[in-house]
């Protein structure tokens, strides 16, 4: 067996060599300036990618945003986390590298070690822009400041359901507390954030005048929240875009994932001329969590893979999952985008059959940018005839269209009772081969070729008795 | 301690009793129609549900749709799935229970037992109809309705992709065959649904000629899917809404979730005028899957919460997920929608104080409706004033906020080092309360106190080792 064949034996699998040129060039993300440039790409807009935006979306920001990663502030509001020092100083050190733009940490006035933690973040001197998360009050921005941190994130309730059942303020209240806050934060050099909490349920007209007015004291960013999960990606685009029109500083966008649109509102508020995102990693945060960072990045690498590429260090991302997971023991979601252990795994004959001809045709994820492998499973009742003659070609077993259709049957039938692992899949092959070159099997014998099947099993049984290692290198010779 | 208290300290967590009133009429969800019968509702639309569809979404089928439940069918593509014919039943019978309309099953072409298995499916007697899904092809289609099916689901790859690496058809030959296929199986009295593949990366010309040419021979539903999962929310709205113009049968969406946005572009495909959403449980499918059906339970019953329960079961959820997580060897995802171990859990002080005040402000899931139960976790560094109060008033102490804010600063520094259990909390707000009250403990006193806590815990240690259940009686008596 040649190595590779034996490195995808170990995982029951095929392992695809990745090509370069896996997503043809017209299928390349072409952005609209790039489109301008390139008559040829302007000429056929049907060669376009066409999961990039289009020139008629003049607002959107998905080839030019930032990432706030909040593993260590909504993270830590997790129903599991509990971060030590350590912990949260690896896992900054983890997303430095990684390369978010900006790291937010819990309030220096949670508790007396979340001002010891958050101080020391901000020493250790990493690329990421530090940031702390705060209520609207002057104790909290005082503490804040103090920390050294590049700049503060406040928050308040709008909506009617928090105005009468968290804070009780109203709005004319919450506007002069914020601007007392941002101009005390700008006071110290630093950059501020001014977030509304539960945007989507917060009256429009209010929320605009609060955003106006802080955008006009200079806040460097607003923020929209939709914090109990339920906004929907079209009013996103809605709120975000008429938003847009109103201040003239950066939008920040927060999204829960209780109905399971986080990333895809993301997407929409940057499509709406968002230019910052909240992630974390697992989507960790209150109740099910917040837009995970790789959905993010799945989706977003997915319009501009370049851009995604150029920006973060993907092979990593694995890694950071898995220490986050770790740290707040949990498992890796077995369907997450990306890293799930599935994600690039495909199992249908036309599936098989496609992958094998073009990777391109049923993935549009190079799996190779995140430092994963592609896996095509032949032994299940779903295979396919072309999905086994790419096998029969590794093997380099010299057989017939015919031949494999004849065998794939044999394959289907076996695997309507198990499913057959690739070790099982080479047999089948090696011995239908055998028989067939030999004149002893002719095409559509199946029972002939049961008989063979289980002569060879026990021949190979018996040699496995007296000396496994020899016997199994015998089978695969 | 009163019983319910102590089944809240079984979970470390406060269980707050679930009122019928949770979500407030004002926040009930008001269809277009109900907003015109009722000029409260109409004159004060700031009062309706922000999550409703609005009259002005003339299109939307977010009140009126259906599911293709696809567990036996894409489920089966998941890596991990064996499903023998057993499990297959009982995964059948448990979703019929739960209410889907459809059951979509493994094509009987592609093996003898997916051929047995779909017929015994077909003669259960279950209320969902019974679909199976096969390539456009004649011979599939003939065995496709001898299984005793109600309906038949025709799928062809119609992107230049598909075309050129897989089938390697062209529209014309597409369009005949299509129209051959669907004209038999409706001589057989059943229904049929022609599908494309990949339908995103598909020519728009040549994707809508072949939509209207087997619409106009009477096909039941077309069918748009994202083969890929690379399709974003707004693309989804533009393709179904133009689609919506040019066919009058049903329109039926498959989408993959490798980009985090299969249950995103569901809801906007109903909000275009789609009719049927393909799910599977937990997603299972090719690759990492399709949308949930959890997910999408969750995303619609934000929009219209009595329309979802009148049509599921929504109390078996979680069983339904349970079923197949086991008979597929995964885990739950911990951040599932609904069912995910945390997905009502409340942790930061603001949150766990309004979630007390009215469970609306920071929920528009009703944990009670899924048969699931809202906590409230306390003990964490991130914990505030007014979550404790709510336990010592649950405990029947008397204590003033003064004295309640004195504590909090207390508990929040012993979760600087560990979080506290419930059970942990309680102790400290006994003995601080019992402590206060005799008058040996002032406001601010922390080294006092944590003296006094020191006694207390090696008095019961003491008492422990001598007779543990007793002890442990005493200190929460």
């Known amino acids: ?4 064949a034996a490195a995808a034996a170990a995982n029951d699998t095929i392992t695809v060599p990745t090509t370069e040129g896996a997503v043809p060039p017209e299928f390349q993300a072409v952005d609209s300036s790039a489109a301008t440039k390139n008559g040829a790409a302007a000429a056929n807009p049907q060669q376009r990618n066409p999961y990039a935006s289009r020139a008629s979306d003049f607002l959107s920001n998905t080839s030019n945003w930032k990432i706030i990663e909040s593993t260590l502030r909504e993270g830590e509001q997790f129903a599991n986390a509990f971060f030590d020092t350590e912990t949260k100083m690896k896992i900054a050190q983890a997303l430095s590298d990684f390369g978010v733009e900006y790291l937010e940490i819990t309030s220096p006035a949670a508790s007396e070690q979340s001002y010891e933690d958050c101080k020391r973040i901000c020493q250790m001197g990493l690329k990421s822009k530090i940031l702390t998360h705060i209520r609207c009050h002057m104790d909290d921005a005082r503490k804040a400041v103090e920390t050294g941190v590049d700049g503060v994130d406040i928050v308040i309730g709008t909506s009617s359901f928090l105005r009468k059942y968290s804070h009780g303020k109203d709005i004319t209240y919450i506007i002069k507390s914020a601007i007392e806050v941002i101009e005390f934060v700008k006071s110290k050099g630093i950059e501020v954030r001014f977030s509304s909490e539960d945007s989507f349920r917060s009256d429009l007209v209010d929320l605009l005048s609060i955003y106006r007015a802080v955008d006009k004291v200079g ?3 607003v923020g929209i929240a939709d914090t109990v999960g339920c906004a929907n990606p079209r009013q996103v685009y809605d709120l975000v875009r008429t938003l847009r029109g109103v201040v003239s500083c950066d939008i920040e966008c927060h999204f829960h994932d209780d109905s399971g649109c986080a990333v895809a ?4 508020a940057l499509e709406a001329g ?19 960072l790789g959905g993010l990045i799945a989706r977003m690498y997915v319009v501009d893979p370049e851009y995604v590429k150029g920006k973060y260090n993907l092979a990593m991302l694995r890694e950071v999952e898995n220490l986050v997971a770790d740290a ?4 890796v979601p077995f369907n997450n985008p990306i890293t799930g252990f599935c994600a ?3 199992k249908a004959g036309i599936h098989a059959k496609a992958i ?13 940018d995140f430092g994963m492998s592609r ?3 032949i032994g299940s009742r779903l295979t396919g005839w072309n999905a086994v003659k790419s096998r029969v070609e590794q093997l380099e077993l010299d057989m017939t269209d015919e031949q494999v259709k004849d065998v794939t049957m044999k394959i289907k039938e076996l695997a309507d009772v198990r499913t057959q692992s690739m070790d099982d899949v080479d047999t089948v092959l090696r011995v239908y081969h055998k028989h067939v070159t030999s004149g002893k099997l002719g095409l559509r014998q199946p029972a002939v070729f049961d008989q063979l099947l289980a002569e060879h099993k026990s021949e190979a049984g018996s040699e496995k008795g007296d000396d496994e290692p020899a016997a199994k290198k015998a089978k695969l010779a």
């Not at 067996?1 to 590779?4: E, Q, R």
């Not at 509102?265 to 929409?268: E, I, L, P, T, V």
């Open 1 to 4: 067996m040649c190595p590779s």
């Open 219 to 221: 806040v460097n960013r």
């Open 265 to 268: 509102n993301a997407f929409c």
């Open 274 to 292: 968002a230019t910052h995102i909240d992630t974390s990693v697992l989507g960790i945060g209150e109740r099910n969590g917040i837009t995970t």
């Open 328 to 331: 707040v023991q949990v498992s």
């Open 344 to 346: 690039f795994t495909h």
């Open 356 to 368: 094998l001809a073009n990777p391109s045709t049923y993935e549009i994820l190079k799996p190779e």
């Open 375 to 377: 896996y095509i499973d």
